[in-house]
């Protein structure tokens, strides 16, 4: 059975960053997914350079995806262009930080 | 440049531990002994309790958690690791017992000897921190600018701990004459100015960021303070030693007053751009010392120019404990759960449920304590401004209580258990 993006997505989002409480995928910290066949390819930022979770954040998404069924190997890129800013969580997040 | 609290290059959390526990004890007993010093706050004199105080408070709590932040943050801002770390234990070691030595000298009049000698430990043990952040920079090919201000910041310490070593001997043997207040100026400046502060301002551009989400902020303010800073640290200790004109020494400290102002305006640019706005206890703690760092410095130099000296010291006042506790307990607050997290619950993310950090505190006690040790500053500034000592009594046994709140918190970070 092909693997679906929603089901990567929703994999990712067991990841949750220990500091603002939220899931990565809420903070909107996932830019995109892509699916060749068994190996996924996830392009996603970090709220802050500084982020004091860098490894360790990549290292959870990768092995979040590489638990569903049908993946076979996992490439995680983090980018800082565009850089991420609170617009990109959903609604959710940006009322619980910004009230 | 990437910078984080935690890589595999920062040192192993024991060693930062060490200091964090220590610098929280000295904490302790440093609000015990504030409680004995009601009847010195409308002179400059220091009396040996102050000077018991002053150590206890400055090297045992404010020394303490720097040279811990330090070992934790160095490593990972200048993205390679700390040269030793058994450097690091041996100047822990060295540092306690010769700075114990010195309180007592400065609490027993039978033990005073112990004070060049405590000195001398202490100074040696400052030399080994030192020399091992300097070797440790010169294993770089290049140095970022947070980089820039540890480096400067521990050229200063060593200048300013040498001149506190020959004070030592001085007082203590009287080997040779020297002018005492100049070079007390000149230690407290650059051990102040110099290090705390340029530490300070250094770490301040790693942590707010990353603990209010800030982004897209101008960084202008900080190139400035860092240029001025360093100017008038160094103008200061030479006019102090060399006896310079008062003029020149006046001028040094202005730059200082511009530098400090630069800072917080760089701090108020971060936190206007912040994307997390909750005013939890942390930016409350920062708020506060911002704010207590530029009144304090407005009551230094009225109490300068009007020759005020109850202005003066609540000027002083204000700054040890609204700007540098604050500070320090604000972030106490947000970088001991980190760490104490990635240590023991980052292993085990993915096979068992973990804490979020600010679980790993107790936010009510937080929060009232944060509180509590806004009102304890206060009513001791005006108790120093309006020389009432029961005021400045009544605010110290205020801070003791909140102190002893932090005490409880950190206890309660460091044995943080998963509930079931």
Redesign the interface.
């Known amino acids: 059975m092909a693997i679906t993006q929603e089901e990567v997505y929703a994999s990712i989002a067991t990841v ?1 960053d ?4 939220f899931d990565i995928v809420s903070l909107g910290l996932i830019y995109g997914v892509v699916i060749e066949g068994e190996h996924v390819h996830v392009n996603m930022t970090l ?10 954040i990549k290292q ?1 998404t990768k ?2 995806v590489l638990k569903i069924e049908g993946v076979n190997s996992c490439e995680i890129e983090i980018v800082w262009e565009p ?4 617009m990109m969580a959903n609604d959710e997040v940006k009322k619980a ?3 | ?8 290059m920062a040192p192993p959390f024991a060693l930062v531990a060490h200091f964090f526990i220590a610098g929280v004890v000295f904490l302790f007993l440093s609000s015990i002994s504030l409680l004995f010093l009601s009847g010195e706050i409308s002179s400059y004199f220091v009396s040996p309790l102050f000077a018991a105080f002053a150590h206890l408070y400055l090297l045992g709590f404010v020394m303490m958690i720097i040279f811990g932040a330090m070992y934790q943050l160095l490593p990972v801002v200048l993205e390679a690791p700390i040269f030793s770390k058994d450097f690091a234990y041996v100047q822990f070691y060295m540092y306690i017992v010769g700075f114990l030595m010195m309180i007592s000298g400065f609490l027993f009049s039978s033990l005073h000897l112990l004070i060049p000698y405590g000195a001398t430990i202490t100074y040696l043990s400052m030399v080994i921190f030192c020399v091992n952040i300097f070797l440790t920079f010169l294993r770089l090919e290049q140095i970022n600018f947070v980089g820039k201000f540890l480096l400067v910041a521990t050229i200063f310490l060593f200048t300013s701990v040498t001149i506190g070593l020959i004070m030592g001997f001085v007082m203590g043997h009287g080997s040779f004459e020297i002018d005492l207040m100049a070079w007390v100026k000149a230690h407290m400046i650059g051990t102040l100015g110099g290090f705390v502060m340029m530490v300070v301002m250094g770490v301040a551009m ?1 942590l707010i ?3 209010s ?4 902020f101008s960084d202008k303010w900080i190139k400035v303070a860092f240029y001025v800073q360093s100017t008038g640290v160094s103008l200061s200790i030479f006019s102090f030693l060399g006896g310079f004109s008062t003029l020149i020494s006046t001028f040094s400290l202005f730059l200082i007053a511009l530098s400090l102002f630069a800072f917080a305006i760089q701090i108020a640019v971060m936190l206007k751009s912040r ?4 005013n939890d206890y942390w930016v409350k703690n920062i708020v506060f010392a911002v704010s207590s760092l530029l009144i304090s410095i407005g009551l230094i130099l009225i109490g300068f120019i009007y020759d005020l000296q109850n202005f003066a010291l609540a000027g002083g006042f204000l700054f040890f404990f609204g700007f540098l506790l604050c500070f320090i307990v604000g972030h106490i607050y947000k970088i001991l759960p ?1 760490l104490i ?2 240590d023991k ?2 292993p085990l ?2 096979k068992q449920k ?5 679980q790993m505190i107790k936010t009510k006690v937080a929060d009232f304590q944060t509180l509590s040790l806004f009102m304890a500053i206060i009513i001791q500034v005006l108790g120093i401004l309006f020389s009432i000592q029961n005021l400045f009594f009544t605010g110290a046994l205020i801070m003791l209580l909140s102190n002893v709140l932090v005490v409880y918190n950190t206890w309660y970070t460091f044995n943080y258990t998963i509930k079931e």
Not at chain 1, 47 to 55: D, G
Not at chain 2, 354 to 358: I, Q, R, T
């Open positions: 949750i220990p500091e603002v409480g709220s802050t350079k500084a982020c004091p979770l860098h490894e360790l959870w092995d979040a850089a991420w800013t609170i930080l910004s009230f | 440049m990437k910078v984080s609290l935690a890589t595999e790693v960021p990353m603990f989400l800030a982004h897209g994307a997390r706005k909750q980190f997290w990635y619950f980052a993310v993915g973990v804490p979020l950090l600010h």
